[in-house]
Nanobody, 115 residues
Framework: QVQLVESGGGLVQPGGSLRLSCAAS????????MGWYRQAPGKERELVARIQVSGITNYADSVKGRFAISRDSARNTVYLQMNSLKPDDTAVYYC?????????WGQGTQVTVSS
C-alpha cells in the first residue's frame, strides 16, 4: 500500500507562484520516480514534471523554465515550485509515484490561475 498526500494548491493571479508538496508513505522502498501530472477540464491527464531516484528530471515543454521539481529523500517528499503561472496552468494536479511497474496517485489538488 502506498499513500500520497498532496498540499499547496489554490487560487493565484497570473504571474504568481505556488508550491505543491507530496509526501509518500507505505511500501516505497523500491520507488523509481515521483512526479506531477495535471488534468484540465475536457483534457487528458498530462505529465508536468518527474524526478527519478537518480535525480534526473524531465518537464513538459509548456512548463520548462517556469516550474521546478525537487525532492527531500529523507522525508520521501517531492515538491513542485511553479512560477510565472498562466491561466493555461489551471488544472487539478496529481502527485504520482512509480514503483517497479505500478503507478500510484494522490487525490489531486486544484490549481486555479485567474485574475
Amino acid at each position: 500500500q502506498v499513500q500520497l498526500v498532496e498540499s499547496g494548491g489554490g487560487l493565484v493571479q497570473p504571474g504568481g507562484s505556488l508550491r505543491l508538496s507530496c509526501a509518500a508513505s507505505g511500501f516505497i522502498s523500491r520507488l523509481t520516480a515521483m512526479g506531477w501530472y495535471r488534468q484540465a477540464p475536457g483534457k487528458e491527464r498530462e505529465l508536468v514534471a518527474r524526478i527519478q531516484v537518480s535525480g534526473i528530471t524531465n518537464y513538459a515543454d509548456s512548463v520548462k523554465g517556469r516550474f521546478a521539481i525537487s525532492r527531500d529523500s529523507a522525508r520521501n517528499t517531492v515538491y513542485l515550485q511553479m512560477n510565472s503561472l498562466k491561466p493555461d496552468d489551471t488544472a487539478v494536479y496529481y502527485c504520482n509515484a512509480y514503483i517497479i511497474t505500478s503507478h500510484y496517485w494522490g487525490q489531486g489538488t486544484q490549481v486555479t490561475v485567474s485574475s
